[in-house]
Structure formats: C-alpha cells, structure tokens
C-alpha cells in the first residue's frame, strides 16, 4: 500500500517526535504557567474572609518567593529593619503562612494577592504585654498602606532586582526544581520587575513631597480608584482615609436614600463590595461567574457580621443617663432618618480634603468601566459630592481614631472643642485606652509602633463636628459610657 507522503521514513519519525515534544512543553508550559488550581476553600467564613483568594492573582499577584524575599534582600527600604512585612503593620497570625489579608493560588506557579481584610480587619490589646485580639472587618488602623505600595516598586527599580541576587536568597528557602528555577530565573523575576515598576505612573502621588504620608491606618482610596481604574492624568487633590469598618452593613437602607463611604459617593453594599473587589483584581475578572458568586458571598457575610460587643467593664448607671444625652444631642444625626445621609460641609465643617478627590464625571466614567465588563450594579453616585455621612455609631469604640480622616485620637477628645484637640498624635499603635475611648497616641511605645499625625498638614483638619463639646463634664462621662454600648 502506497502512502500519501512520498517522504523520507526518517523524516517522518522526526516529524512525529518533535509534534510529541511540542505537545509535551505545551502542557508543562501550561501546567507551570497558567493552569489555575482554583482557591484553596476555607470551611470558617472568617478564614474566607481574610485569606480566600478572588482571583486577585491573576492581573495584581506577585509570585510567592519573590514576595519572599523581598524583606530578606532589601531590609534597607522597610519602615523598620529586622521584621520583615510587620513593619507595615500588617495583622498576622500565629501559625499562618501570610499576614491577614493576604492570599496564596496557583496559576501556573503559586502568587500572591491582597483580600478586602489587608485593610478591614481590625486588632487591638487591653495591655502591651498581650497577643492582639483580631476583629474581622474592623477598621486596620495599623497599616502603613502607603508605605507598602511604594516599597514594592522602589524593590523593582532596585539594581538589586536582578535574577541572580534574588535567586541567591530564594535557594536559602524554596527547593525548586530545574524547570521552576529557570522559569523565575529568565521570566518570572524580569516580568515582575517590569510589572511593577510600570505602576510608578498611577503611584505618582504617592511620591508628592508636597503631600503629607498617610502613615497608619490611612488609605486615599478614591484617588486610587481614579488613577487606576479609570486612569485619570493626576489631578492635585489629597484626602486619605481611615480604614472604614464593614460588618453588619444591613444597616444601610440604600432605598431610603442611605450612601456609603465617607462622603456618600456609593449607592448600597453590593456596588461599594463589586468596586471594592475590582479595585483588588486590578483588571476585569476572568472568570465572571466565579467572580460575582464571590461577591454575593461576601455581601451576605458582610450585612450579617455583627458588630463587637465593647470588651472592658461599662457602668451601666452611667450608660444610662448618657443615652438620654446622646438622645438630646447626637441621635438627630446618628440615630434618626438622616443616619447614612450626606451632611453637608457647612453643617458638618470638617476637612475637605476628601470630597476634593472625586466628583460627578469621575463616577459617570467608572460605572462606565464597570458597565464595559458586563457588571450591572447600581454604582457609584452621579453627581458632586457636598459633604459627610452621618455615620452609624454601631462598633464606634473601635473605630478610632474618629472623624472620616482620623484626625481626632479618642472620643473624649471628640467631644472636646476642635481648637483644643491634639494637635500632634502617633496613629497605628494597638493598646487601647478605655478612659478616653481610642487607642494609646503617646508615650515611647506609640511613637515607636506609630507614625505621626500632624493635624495642620494638608488633609488632615481635625476642625468641625463640634457637637457636644460644650457639655458639663459629667455629662461627657456619662455619654462616653453610653457611646461604649453601642
Ligand atoms: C487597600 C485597602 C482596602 C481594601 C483592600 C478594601 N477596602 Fe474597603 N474601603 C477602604 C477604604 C479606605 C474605604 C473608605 C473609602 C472612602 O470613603 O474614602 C473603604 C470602604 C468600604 C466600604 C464602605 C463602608 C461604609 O460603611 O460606607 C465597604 C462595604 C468596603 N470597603 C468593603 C470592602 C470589601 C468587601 C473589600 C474586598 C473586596 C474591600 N473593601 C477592600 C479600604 C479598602
Ligand atoms: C448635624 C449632624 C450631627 C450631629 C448633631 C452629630 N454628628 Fe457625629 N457625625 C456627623 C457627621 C456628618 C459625621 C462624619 C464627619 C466626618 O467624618 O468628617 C459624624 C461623625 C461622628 C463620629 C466619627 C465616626 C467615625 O467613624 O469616625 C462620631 C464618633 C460621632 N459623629 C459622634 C457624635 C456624637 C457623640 C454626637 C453628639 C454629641 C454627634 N456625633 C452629633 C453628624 C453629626
């Protein structure tokens, strides 16, 4: 029988071998490279919640032992030598492989991404001598996120970002095989660089000298939504932060005309947690059913978490007679029809720094954005932003420090007059102080746990909501204590 191909029978063999091979590297290729192993399911909702992967890996992970090493090979550039990635006060637990809010997946080979809970988890001790207490989406007022972002592109723009120092130490660590190692040696260590140093165009506020740091506990997290989602040019605004809470957000009746985030620019929980997400993802997600049921996961988690019960003793006589002051001077706007409503600026008079960071086009072009990934939700608000939410009090003893950019340390110096509040403050240290409700702002161990706080400097205003400031004395204790119940 004659065959179709007239040539030689070495040739053929040859032919066959190499399609073999080539089938062969493909699969490993794709087995090394891209292949997604899925997240790893945590059967604890709170393990979920501050560990699981969205899939963040994809477009915003860094390999896992380049995230390694990094401490290890540029000590120079932490805030504080010798601790690794503690020293941006990350929350970590004992006995896990990452800090909170951090997550670990394979596609190809294993990477690491940030969850909601790198900055919605908070920690807290009764005294310095005593391992912190975590409460999921609470408020992380210890991460310097600012510090963080530009360490993982100042390590990139390093000289010593090269394949031969950083292998050196990741051979110290990991046990790879001849495949993994050169595939981080000539792709994955020069890709990552590439990456990362490409983000300096977005972060170029971040480097302003005339703007003050974030330091703990702060994030300018409508500017970063423009210079990353939308890719605005940048603007000159500033207006970090604190780090909101996010538990029992069935609180919030969007249908009544409630918004979320500081200055109300989000219509309800689901648009606040599918921004939030795509913020994380850096990119449309790639696998959009995946995505959304993740979503709707967190939502449910979110609306249904509790808020924490205070944990030092309250006396209740004098919680007592505080509500009946609250109720004569705070529920008007944090107990009534107006909670979760705009205030607006003149009325409430704090730092305008914030609302300066987003407007009415901004919003128009993300919900675009959003739209073009075949997203429906509500969105962002359409319009100017005027003022403040009046913020729901539930949890608020551990949400200092207070005011929508944490200029104020404690509730007690809340309720003093703006001219006398502290002026200067160390945020980020995590011993509490139930006598002025917030946490320690001074003293050695804060200054060596913190970063300062000047409330002069630009965006942090700690002037306005002068509510009950001019009480008698005792019935600023008495509304303390009552604050502490709620
Ligand atoms: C890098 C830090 C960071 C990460 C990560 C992050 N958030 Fe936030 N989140 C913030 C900040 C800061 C605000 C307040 C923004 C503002 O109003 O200026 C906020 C606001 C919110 C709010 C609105 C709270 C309210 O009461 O109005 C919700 C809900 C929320 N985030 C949920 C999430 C979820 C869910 C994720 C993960 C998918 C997430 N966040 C990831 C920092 C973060
Ligand atoms: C006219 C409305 C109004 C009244 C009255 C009022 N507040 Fe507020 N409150 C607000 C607004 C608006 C904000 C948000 C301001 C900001 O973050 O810039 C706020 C913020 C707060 C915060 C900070 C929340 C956080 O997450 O940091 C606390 C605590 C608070 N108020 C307590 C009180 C107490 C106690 C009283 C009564 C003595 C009171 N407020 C009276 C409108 C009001």
């Known amino acids: 029988m004659k065959t179709l191909c007239t040539c030689p029978r070495w040739l053929k063999i040859l032919g066959i071998v190499t399609l073999v091979l080539a089938v062969i590297a493909g699969i490993v290729g794709y087995n090394r490279f891209m292949r997604d192993y899925g997240a790893t399911t945590f059967d604890n909702p709170d393990d979920r919640f501050m560990y699981g992967s969205m899939g963040a890996e994809n477009d915003a992970g860094i390999p896992y032992w380049i995230f390694y090493v990094l401490p290890r090979v540029f000590p120079d550039k932490l805030p504080k030598p010798g601790v690794g990635y503690?020293?941006?006060?990350?929350?970590?637990?004992?006995?896990?492989?990452?800090?909170v809010g951090f997550s670990k997946r394979r596609i190809g080979f294993d990477r690491v991404a940030n969850t909601c809970a790198a900055c919605h988890v908070a920690s807290y001790r009764a005294k310095p001598d005593e391992t912190p207490t975590l409460v999921v989406a609470g408020p992380n007022h210890t991460l310097d996120l600012e510090a963080f972002f530009r360490f993982l592109v100042d390590c990139a723009k390093d000289p010593r970002f090269n394949a031969d120092t950083l292998m050196a130490e990741i051979d110290l660590a990991a046990d790879m095989d001849w495949l993994d190692r050169l595939a981080y040696r000539y792709l994955i260590i020069p890709i990552t660089k590439k990456r990362l140093i490409e983000r300096e165009g977005q972060f170029q506020w971040i480097y302003r000298h005339d703007f003050p740091e974030w330091g703990r506990g702060r994030d300018d997290a409508m500017n970063l939504t423009k210079y990353f989602m939308i890719?605005?040019?940048?603007?000159?605004?500033?207006?970090?932060?604190?780090?909101?809470?996010?538990?029992?957000?069935?609180?919030?009746?969007?249908?009544?005309?409630?918004?979320?985030?500081?200055?109300?620019?989000?219509?309800?929980?689901?648009?606040?947690?599918?921004d939030s997400a795509l913020g994380l993802m850096g990119a449309a997600p790639k696998n959009k059913q995946d995505f959304l049921g993740h979503i709707d996961w967190l939502v449910?988690?979110?609306?249904?978490?509790?808020?924490?019960?205070y944990p030092f003793p309250i006396d209740a006589a004098r919680a007592a007679r505080g509500k009946a002051v609250f109720d004569a001077?705070?529920?008007?706007?944090?107990?009534?029809?107006?909670?979760?409503t705009?205030?607006?600026?003149?009325e409430i008079g704090t730092d305008r720094g914030r609302i300066e960071t987003w407007n009415g086009r901004a919003a128009i072009e993300?919900?675009?954005?959003?739209k073009d990934m075949g997203i429906e939700r509500k969105g962002l608000v359409e319009a100017d932003l005027t003022g403040y939410v009046a913020q729901y009090l539930d949890g608020i003893w551990l949400r200092a420090p207070y005011l929508h950019n944490g200029s104020v340390p404690t509730l007690a110096d809340l309720l003093t007059p703006p001219a006398q509040r502290p002026q200067m403050f160390w945020r980020g240290y995590d011993v509490y102080d139930p006598a002025r409700v917030g946490f320690v702002v001074e003293g050695?161990?804060?200054?060596?746990?913190?970063?300062?706080?000047?409330?002069?400097?630009?965006?942090?205003?700690n002037g306005g909501h002068d509510f009950g400031t001019t009480l008698p004395a005792a019935q600023k204790t008495d509304l303390l204590e009552y604050l502490k119940t709620l």
């Not at 207006?239 to 309800?268: C, I």
């Not at 993300?366 to 959003?370: G, L, M, S």
């Open 86 to 99: 503690a020293s941006f006060g990350v929350v970590w637990e004992e006995g896990h492989e990452l800090p």
């Open 300 to 309: 449910e988690y979110l609306k249904n978490k509790p808020a924490p019960k």
């Open 444 to 461: 050695a161990a804060a200054e060596r746990a913190g970063t300062p706080y000047d409330t002069r400097l630009r965006g942090n205003g």
């Open 342 to 346: 705009v205030v607006p600026l003149a």
């Open 329 to 340: 001077n705070c529920a008007a706007c944090h107990a009534s029809s107006r909670t979760g």
């Open 231 to 274: 890719r605005w040019p940048m603007d000159d605004s500033f207006g970090p932060t604190d780090m909101p809470s996010v538990w029992n957000l069935k609180k919030y009746r969007p249908e009544k005309g409630d918004r979320m985030n500081f200055a109300g620019d989000s219509h309800d929980p689901y648009s606040v947690v599918i």
């Open 366 to 370: 993300a919900n675009r954005v959003v």
